[in-house]
């Protein structure tokens, strides 16, 4: 398994090779063009950083099975897009081009028309903009003050911590301080509990941002792979037992991107296993609310109710209601949750306070609205599903529970040059290997359900085209499982 290169890294021929994987779009393309857009996606996904160094070319051509020539030809398209430079007697590193370079899922679409199935984030409900004129009402009662509130407001907290109540997790709102995301959370998180050089656990494949986040921590992710029909409990305590990671990662609900759900025992088990081997956990919620299947309040408790000592809960208003909110949240216990609003304060002083009225308003009575939210969800996910069947009736797909994305088995090591040609059908894809630790995942490829029905037929047809691409035909490329 490719492992991951510090910035300002040399590179092996053999280690490239590998992270490019099967890059060839196909025979009639110049292959120049598609090393080019695999190297490129590399980039793009941070899986080279700024200023690793290259291979040789002649290294490179020896490693890849092409002429040099091919291999001058990609480094000069590279260098005509600024993501390389190079000095005689030096070699090639990639560079910082004229205009930012982002991760996948952020990027600029290609054009206005394009559909970007990367970004598992819904549009705002209708209700938002009535809940916003209630606020604009509340705002004065609390422009008389500074404006700053480290733990967060307390009508909203009392909120959130009526709703883990409900969920069979008895909670206070001196538990519950709000962020400004669940990024945000994870940030604040790792900057209390985790040195320089600590290890975090984290499941494999998981939500990228969130091993960026611990990367930049200067932390070391250690990955234990979920198995296709749910956590490896074993896995997680002998590598807790061994490695003795200063923090755990963990999405029990709808994890992303595979959609599995960690059941009431298993819950239970690896709440032992927390205790016994003494370990901290940040639980990602940011999905729980979203089961497409039935009502959350009837699902298994959260997992901090197993081992609420051992456990901080990490929530957000982004995917069950809007990202522009910007809204998310921790609960902990009491004095862990002071000394997390501790250490906000060398980073902000508290979150916007008129976007934390909007979410209270949207909180008050949230049964109705989280309902409508969760059967307009459902209705996405069994278009996209429907049109996967009829279009890619090859391709493995498990239906989730909840959440908002298909994790899709594909029949071959394709998913990053899919990515690459999906661009050229208007489609704006994420592949697999963004969500490994260390890449790969190439036979698995992450779609977005949160578009509206008639979005996702159009997508999935663009799909298919950019699939029959890669073979030549759309049949023999391309069970719902």
């Not at 709703?163 to 990024?183: H, N």
């Not at 494999?204 to 969130?210: E, R, V």
């Not at 060398?346 to 916007?352: C, H, Y």
Request: charged letters at 20%; proline letters at 8%; a neutral charge.
């Amino acid at each position: 398994m490719s492992q991951a290169l510090p910035a300002g890294g040399r590179i092996s021929a053999p280690h490239l090779a590998d992270l490019l994987g099967c890059w060839r779009n196909g025979p009639h393309r110049a292959q120049s063009a598609d090393l080019a857009a695999a190297l490129r996606l590399l980039v793009l996904e941070g899986r080279l950083p700024v200023g690793t160094r290259l291979p040789a070319e002649r290294e490179l051509a020896q490693a890849l099975d092409l002429s040099r020539t091919t291999v001058t030809a990609m480094l000069d398209r590279l260098r005509e897009q600024d993501l390389i430079a190079s000095r005689r007697g030096a070699g090639s590193w990639i560079t910082l081009p004229g205009r930012p370079v982002v991760r996948a899922g952020f990027g600029p679409l290609p054009a206005d028309e394009a559909i970007n199935l990367a970004q598992a984030t819904p549009a705002a409900p209708a209700e938002l903009a009535g809940a916003v004129d209630a606020a604009r009402l509340r705002l004065p009662e609390y422009l008389s003050g500074p404006g700053y509130a480290p733990m967060g407001l307390l009508p909203l907290r009392e909120r959130i911590a009526e709703r883990y109540t409900r969920r069979g997790l008895p909670t206070g709102p001196d538990q519950v301080m709000i962020t400004s995301g669940a990024q945000h959370a994870l940030a604040l998180t790792l900057r209390l509990l985790v040195m320089p050089g600590q290890r975090v656990l984290v499941e494999n494949p998981t939500y990228p941002n969130a091993v960026d986040a611990i990367r930049a921590a200067h932390a070391q992710p250690v990955p234990v792979a979920l198995a296709p029909d749910g956590w490896d409990l074993p896995g997680i305590e002998a590598t807790l037992r061994q490695g003795a990671p200063r923090l755990a990662y963990l999405m029990p609900d709808f994890q992303n991107p595979t959609g599995l759900r960690m059941d009431a025992e298993g819950r239970e088990q690896l709440a032992a296993t927390l205790r016994r081997t003494r370990t901290l956990a940040l639980v990602d919620e940011t999905l729980a609310e979203l089961d497409l299947d039935g009502d959350p309040l009837d699902g298994p408790p959260p997992l901090a109710a197993f081992a609420e000592q051992q456990v901080i809960t990490a929530g957000s208003a982004s995917k069950m209601l809007w990202g522009g909110l910007r809204l998310g949240w921790l609960r902990a216990p009491v004095e862990l949750a002071q000394q997390l609003a501790g250490v906000r304060a060398s980073i902000d002083l508290g979150s916007s306070v008129l976007d934390q009225l909007v979410l209270t308003e949207l909180l008050t009575e949230p049964d109705s609205l989280l309902a409508r939210r969760r059967a307009q969800f459902a209705a996405a996910r069994d278009t996209m599903i429907d049109a996967l069947s009829a279009e890619l009736p090859a391709w493995r797909i498990r239906r989730p529970g909840g959440g908002l994305s298909l994790w899709c088995g594909l029949d071959g090591p394709i998913s990053t040059r899919l990515a690459a040609a999906a661009v050229n059908h208007g489609l704006h894809l994420v592949p697999g290997s963004r969500f490994g630790v260390h890449g790969g995942l190439e036979r698995w490829l992450r779609l977005s359900f949160a578009q509206d029905p008639a979005v996702l037929t159009e997508a999935v047809h663009r799909l298919a085209r950019a699939a029959a691409t890669l073979t030549g035909t759309g049949a023999e490329l391309l069970a719902v499982t």
